[in-house]
């Protein structure tokens, strides 16, 4: 990822709660709601881009062995602050060479507000079916593009674009904008089946006054 992608979150880790919480991020408690029933407790989860460790937490609840990779130092130490009990690793997801974590042993990997910072997000799909054991799940959110949209009509724009920003020099990282039938393509090429998605939204008090939207999508690896 762009160094820029680290800096901004190192920047926000102390106020990142208090801040999605103003903004309506739900993200996290739709991933919790579709992909708990599909694991048991013991079982392991990993959460790519783990930030504070928001994601992670009800499955911690659950009794699963929860590990997060997150690229941000800051988030980092907010996580184990926050959380003790998640095992965390610093990594770039973007990293070609994989994570550093053992393949085949996961039955769960989460992701929330990641997969539009991702410059490789083909990559990002089959690192994790690597991570997955046979028939585990791959359950994440992505940043739609939505044609007409002020702010998500263009596939590619600023990560501050139409918000009142402080630090807009740590924000002038891209991020990237996909379509569900592009990301089920994607999902489909490396053998993922596409078992639900659905949009969900957030506010995030921009100029354009309207609401952007998230992808969730739930996916099974063969």
Same mark, same amino acid.
């Given at each position: 990822?762009?160094?820029? @992608?680290?800096?901004?979150? $190192?920047?926000?880790?102390?106020?990142?709660?208090?801040?999605?919480?103003?903004?309506?991020? *739900?993200?996290?408690?739709?991933?919790?709601?579709a992909?708990?029933?599909?694991?048991d407790?013991?079982?392991? @989860?990993? +959460?790519l881009?783990?930030?504070?460790?928001q994601?992670?937490a009800?499955?911690?609840? =659950?009794?699963?062995?929860?590990?997060g990779?997150?690229?941000?130092p800051?988030?980092?130490?907010?996580?184990?602050r926050? &959380?003790? $009990?998640?095992?965390?690793?610093?990594?770039?997801?973007?990293?070609?060479?994989?994570?550093? !974590?053992?393949? #085949?042993?996961?039955?769960?990997? /989460?992701?929330?507000? !990641?997969?539009?910072?991702? *410059?490789?997000?083909?990559?990002? /799909?089959a690192?994790?079916?690597?991570?997955?054991?046979? #028939?585990?799940?791959?359950?994440?959110?992505?940043?739609?593009? @939505?044609?007409?949209h002020?702010?998500? #009509? !263009?596939?590619?724009?600023?990560?501050?674009?139409? %918000?009142?920003?402080? @630090?807009?020099?740590?924000?002038?990282?891209?991020?990237h904008?996909? *379509? /569900?039938?592009?990301?089920?393509?994607?999902l489909?090429? =490396? #053998?993922?089946?596409?078992?639900?998605?659905?949009?969900?939204?957030? +506010?995030? &008090? *921009?100029?354009?006054?309207?609401? %952007?939207?998230?992808?969730?999508?739930?996916?099974?690896?063969?």
């Amino acid at each position: 990822m762009p160094a820029l @992608v680290r800096d901004y979150f $190192d920047w926000l880790a102390s106020m990142y709660d208090e801040t999605t919480a103003a903004c309506e991020w *739900s993200a996290p408690e739709h991933i919790a709601a579709a992909a708990l029933p599909l694991i048991d407790p013991g079982d392991a @989860v990993l +959460d790519l881009g783990c930030g504070t460790g928001q994601s992670a937490a009800p499955f911690l609840e =659950h009794g699963c062995l929860c590990i997060g990779l997150d690229f941000a130092p800051a988030m980092l130490k907010e996580a184990m602050r926050k &959380h003790p $009990d998640l095992l965390i690793a610093r990594a770039d997801l973007d990293q070609p060479r994989g994570w550093p !974590v053992p393949p #085949g042993v996961f039955q769960l990997c /989460i992701s929330a507000g !990641v997969y539009e910072c991702l *410059s490789d997000p083909i990559g990002f /799909i089959a690192r994790a079916k690597t991570a997955l054991r046979p #028939g585990g799940y791959l359950v994440f959110t992505f940043d739609e593009f @939505v044609p007409g949209h002020p702010a998500q #009509g !263009v596939r590619v724009g600023r990560a501050d674009s139409g %918000i009142p920003n402080p @630090v807009a020099d740590l924000a002038a990282w891209n991020l990237h904008r996909h *379509s /569900i039938d592009r990301v089920a393509g994607w999902l489909g090429d =490396h #053998g993922f089946q596409l078992l639900y998605h659905r949009q969900i939204e957030a +506010d995030i &008090h *921009s100029h354009f006054g309207v609401p %952007i939207y998230y992808r969730l999508v739930v996916s099974q690896a063969p």
